[in-house]
C-alpha cells in the first residue's frame, strides 16, 4: 500500500489510542496548520424527517417534534454545520470518512471540519435518469488544526451534547471543563508528594512515597469504582501523572496519541487508496478511481460498517390528516426511500441493511461483467469486527448502538492507478436499475410546474417560473439587479429559491403592550440594527418592492465595499405570537445592500426528492451475506 516515497498513504484506519475507543483514524504524513487532511473532503447524506416518517401512528404535530433513534443517529452532524439546512423540514446528515471514523478527544481535537458542497456531478434532473440518485453534497473538507506529527490519531469535534446524551452507551468521556479540573487536581496531587508547594520537589525525587507506594496510590485513584469525567481525565498510567503535573494533561495525552508509522503500515488498513472523480459510467455521478497500483487480492479500501435491523425504516410516506387534526404519515403510501438507502449493502432475503462508512467507499459503482473488486469480511481487527455477530440473528441488531462489522473491498486483479474500482452489486439491482431506465421519462423544464419533486405544492402552471436553479447561483451574482415584486410578475424567479432580508424584526415592549396600534413600521435598514452579531440576525422572507441605482444616490458609491450598483426597498409580513395573541406585523425597510437580501433554497426541492430517483440497495452475494441475517422468504 505504502511501497511508494512519493506517493505514501495519507490516512490509516487503525486501533484507537484511546482504550476501548475501536477503531481510530491517522494520518500517514505530517499536516500543517491548515492543511487539508487526506485528498479531498467527504460526502454527505441528508436524511430528512425520519422521525416522522417513523413516528407513531398517532404521529406528530410536526416534522420537527419526536426523537425516533436508529443507529445511524449516533453518526449524524447537524445540518447547519454541514450547510445543508434548508434540504428539509427536519434533517439529519450522516457523512462517510471524517464524518464517522474518527473519534472524539476534547484536548486533542486535532481535525476541523467545515462544510460540504452542493454539485449535481451534471445529473440534469430534465434529462438525467440518474438524477436524484446519489447525494449532490460532496467535499465536507477536514482540515488540521495545528501541525501534526505523522503517525498521530485524528480526532474531530462531536460537540459536549454528544457524550453528554449518551452517558451509557460510551461512558464518561471527558469535556474540556473536565480536563481543567483534573489538571488542578494533579497540581495538588503533586503538591501531597511532596508535602510542599514547590513542586520542583517532584523532580528532585523529595517525595515522601516510594516509587512502588506512588503507584499503588494513582491505580486506587484511577479504579476507584465510582467514575467521574474528571477522573477519565486523569492520565492512566503514574508515570505520565507525575509528567503532567509538570507538563500538562495534553501535552502527555499527544505523545501518547501517536503510533509509529511502521506500526501503522503492518497494523492499520490504507484508506487513501480510492478518491472520487466523475464515473465512466453513464448517469451513474461520480466513481472510485485508484490513487495508487493495487495488487491482484490487495485492499481497495477497509469498510466499517453501520448495521440498520429493518429496511424498513427507510420508507418515506405520504400526508393524511390524522386523529388529532394534525399532518401525520400515510401507511399505505410510500413515496420514496432515504437517499442514503442507495449507499447501503441488503439481500433481498433480509431485513437488515449494513452502511459503509469509511473514506470513498461510498463512490464505487456497479458493473455486471467489469468489476475489479469484490467485498469479503475483515480477518483481523477483532478489536473492532465481531466475527461472532455473523451467526447472530436479525433481532440482536435492534438493540445493538454501536457499529462492530466490517467489510473490505479486495482487488480481483490487478488495478492500475487512475482506474475505477467497479464491484457487482447484483442482479436484484441491476433489475431494478433496467426497470428504471425503461420507465423513466425527461419531463421538459417547461412542464416543470413545481411537481417534479415530493412533497411540495404542485402549482396549475409554472407562470415562467420552470427551471431548477440553485440559490447558490443567484447569491454569487454581484452584478443582476435583484427583481422586483412588479418585475417578478412577468419575470418570476425559479419555484425552488425564496428572497429573504436580513432585518431585525424586535422593536419596543411598549408597542406589544398596545397591539391595537397599526402594526405597520417603517424604516432605512441600518447596519448596526439589522447587521448585528448581537442581535437575532435572522433572515425573513421578504417582498423587494424597489430598486436604486446607488449612483443615483450617493456621489462616491464605489467606495462602498459592496460592489453591487443597487439598493432596495422590501416589505416583511411577520407574524408573531406575545403572550399568547398572535399579531401580524409589516415592516417596510428601505435602503437595503444587496449582502442584506439572499436567496434561499426551499426545502424538499434539490433533487433528492425528485419522484422518479432512483431508490435500491447494493447487494451483496449469498457467499458473503451471512445465513443467520436471512429473516424473509426467498423470491422465485
Ligand atoms: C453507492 S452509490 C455509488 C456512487 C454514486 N455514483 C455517486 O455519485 O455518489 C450507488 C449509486 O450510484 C449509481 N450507480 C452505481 N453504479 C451504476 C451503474 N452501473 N449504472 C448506473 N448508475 C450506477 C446509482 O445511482 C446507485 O444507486
Known amino acids: 500500500q505504502d511501497d511508494s516515497s512519493s506517493n505514501p498513504c495519507l490516512l490509516y484506519l487503525a486501533q484507537s489510542t484511546i482504550p476501548h475507543a475501536g477503531l481510530g483514524m491517522f494520518t500517514g504524513t505530517s499536516l500543517h496548520q491548515g492543511q487539508l487532511i487526506g485528498r479531498v473532503g467527504d460526502i454527505a447524506f441528508p436524511t430528512t424527517d425520519q422521525d416522522w416518517h417513523n413516528s407513531p401512528l398517532s404521529g406528530f404535530a410536526s416534522k420537527n417534534e419526536g426523537d425516533y433513534h436508529w443507529p445511524l443517529t449516533n453518526y449524524d452532524w447537524h445540518a447547519k454545520d454541514i450547510g445543508m439546512e434548508n434540504e428539509a423540514e427536519d434533517i439529519s446528515v450522516t457523512v462517510t470518512g471524517f464524518g464517522a471514523a474518527p473519534n472524539c478527544h476534547f484536548r486533542l481535537l486535532n481535525a476541523e471540519e467545515h462544510q460540504a458542497h452542493y454539485d449535481g456531478a451534471g445529473l440534469d434532473r430534465y434529462t438525467s435518469p440518474g438524477a436524484g440518485a446519489i447525494s449532490t453534497w460532496i467535499n465536507r473538507t477536514t482540515t488540521a488544526a495545528w501541525d501534526i506529527e505523522e503517525g498521530s490519531e485524528l480526532f474531530v469535534d462531536y460537540g459536549p451534547n454528544w457524550f453528554l446524551s449518551r452517558p451509557g452507551v460510551f461512558g464518561l468521556v471527558p469535556l474540556a471543563e473536565n480536563y481543567e479540573r483534573a489538571q488542578g487536581f494533579l497540581t495538588r496531587y503533586g503538591q501531597m508528594l511532596a508535602l510542599s508547594d514547590d513542586l520542583n520537589d517532584l523532580v528532585n525525587d523529595r517525595m515522601i512515597l516510594s516509587d512502588e507506594a506512588q503507584a499503588d ?26 509528567r503532567a503535573i509538570f507538563g500538562d494533561i495534553q501535552t502527555v495525552e499527544v505523545e501518547n496519541s501517536i503510533r509509529s508509522m511502521d506500526y501503522l503500515k503492518e497494523h492499520g488498513k490504507c484508506v487513501d487508496n480510492i478518491v472520487p472523480g466523475n464515473s465512466t459510467i453513464p448517469h451513474a455521478g461520480r466513481g472510485a478511481f485508484a490513487t495508487r497500483f493495487i495488487p491482484k487480492n490487495g485492499l481497495v479500501a477497509p469498510a466499517p460498517l453501520v448495521h ?38 441488503g439481500h433481498p432475503n433480509s431485513t437488515m441493511l449494513l452502511f459503509p462508512y469509511s473514506s470513498n467507499v461510498a463512490f464505487i459503482n456497479h458493473h455486471a461483467t467489469k468489476y475489479n473488486a469484490k467485498l469479503q469480511w475483515t480477518k483481523d481487527f477483532d478489536f473492532f469486527h465481531h466475527a461472532d455477530w455473523l451467526e447472530k440473528p436479525v433481532e440482536f441488531f435492534e438493540d445493538q448502538w454501536t457499529s462492530g462489522l466490517m467489510l473490505e473491498y479486495v482487488a480481483l486483479r490487478d488495478i492500475q492507478p487512475g482506474e475505477e474500482i467497479l464491484i457487482d452489486y447484483g442482479e436484484e439491482w441491476q433489475q431494478a436499475w433496467d426497470e428504471h431506465m425503461k420507465n423513466w421519462e425527461a419531463i421538459p423544464p417547461e412542464k416543470d410546474f413545481n411537481n417534479l419533486t415530493l412533497w411540495t405544492e404542485k402549482t396549475s402552471s409554472n407562470r415562467g417560473k420552470a427551471g431548477y436553479v440553485r440559490a447558490e447561483v443567484f447569491n454569487s451574482d454581484l452584478k443582476t439587479p435583484i427583481r422586483t415584486v412588479e418585475e417578478q410578475v412577468y419575470d418570476p424567479y425559479p419555484h425552488c429559491v425564496e428572497l429573504q432580508c436580513l432585518v431585525s424584526i424586535g422593536h419596543d415592549a411598549s408597542y406589544l403592550h398596545a397591539p391595537q396600534t397599526i402594526p405597520l413600521f417603517k424604516r432605512m435598514w441600518l447596519e448596526e440594527r439589522d447587521n448585528n452579531a448581537d442581535g437575532d440576525l435572522v433572515f425573513h422572507p421578504c417582498n423587494i418592492t424597489w430598486r436604486y441605482n446607488k449612483r443615483d444616490l450617493y456621489n462616491d458609491w464605489e467606495e462602498d465595499q459592496d460592489l453591487h450598483e443597487f439598493e432596495y426597498d422590501a416589505e416583511l409580513n411577520i407574524r408573531k405570537t406575545f403572550e ?9 425597510i428601505t435602503h437595503i445592500p444587496w449582502k442584506a437580501i439572499r436567496f434561499f433554497n426551499r426545502p424538499y426541492t434539490s433533487d433528492v426528492f425528485l419522484k422518479q430517483a432512483f431508490r435500491h440497495e447494493m447487494g451483496l452475494p449469498d457467499g458473503v451475506w451471512p445465513k443467520a441475517w436471512m429473516n424473509l422468504p426467498r423470491k422465485e
Do not use: C
Not at 315 to 320: A, I, R
Open 308 to 345: 440498520i435491523a429493518d429496511k424498513a425504516t427507510t420508507n418515506m410516506f405520504g400526508e393524511m390528516i390524522g386523529p388529532n387534526m394534525n399532518v401525520v404519515r400515510n401507511e399505505s403510501e410510500i413515496l420514496g426511500k432515504q437517499l442514503i438507502l442507495n449507499y447501503m449493502f
Open 580 to 588: 399568547d395573541v398572535i399579531i401580524h406585523e409589516t415592516h417596510v
Open 217 to 242: 496510590l494513582w491505580s486506587v485513584i484511577k479504579n476507584f469504582p465510582y467514575v467521574t469525567r474528571e477522573r477519565q481525565a486523569l492520565p492512566d498510567s503514574h508515570k505520565d501523572a507525575i
